[in-house]
């Protein structure tokens, strides 16, 4: 798997989503802002309502345009021995046959992409599988879950 490509692809489709909100939340500040959808008594509702779907469309635009910023500006460096940001992560299941893609960067997270037939999916720093995994060379095991459900993988390699 080619890493550049791979931060392209993801790219790509956060743009396409960026663009989408974007529209969407225009059309919803329109609408709360409509001199039709004034209420009138305390129990129409639907410009309050709008305004806050409008708010909170907002504050994704801005989330997911942070996101993005930081995702292009992300250096991937040469192949690296341990886990750091920009690291493709091949884990592969210590008891059974899963393996996962993981791939290390500073926002986006939790987004999932196939790629040559494989799923890998974007983690960040802060989450709990990127806590786990920070640091840790290939050979390296770790958990992912909790209780009755953790998992133990291997780390087969990192890129």
Known sequence: MNKQEIMERFIARLSDELDALTEAAKKTIATATDGEHVARSKYETFGLESSYLARGQAQRVEELTFGLEQLKGLQLEATSK???LGALI???E???DEVRNL???PSAGGE???VEGEMVLL???TSPVG???VGKKPGDLIEMGAGFEAQRF???SVS
Do not use: A, M, Q
């Open 82 to 84: 341990s886990v750091l």
């Open 123 to 125: 983690i960040t720093p």
């Open 94 to 96: 210590v008891d059974g």
């Open 103 to 105: 791939f290390l960067v």
């Open 90 to 92: 091949r884990l592969e």
């Open 154 to 156: 291997r780390i087969e």
């Open 112 to 114: 999932e992409l196939e």
């Open 131 to 133: 806590k786990s995994i």
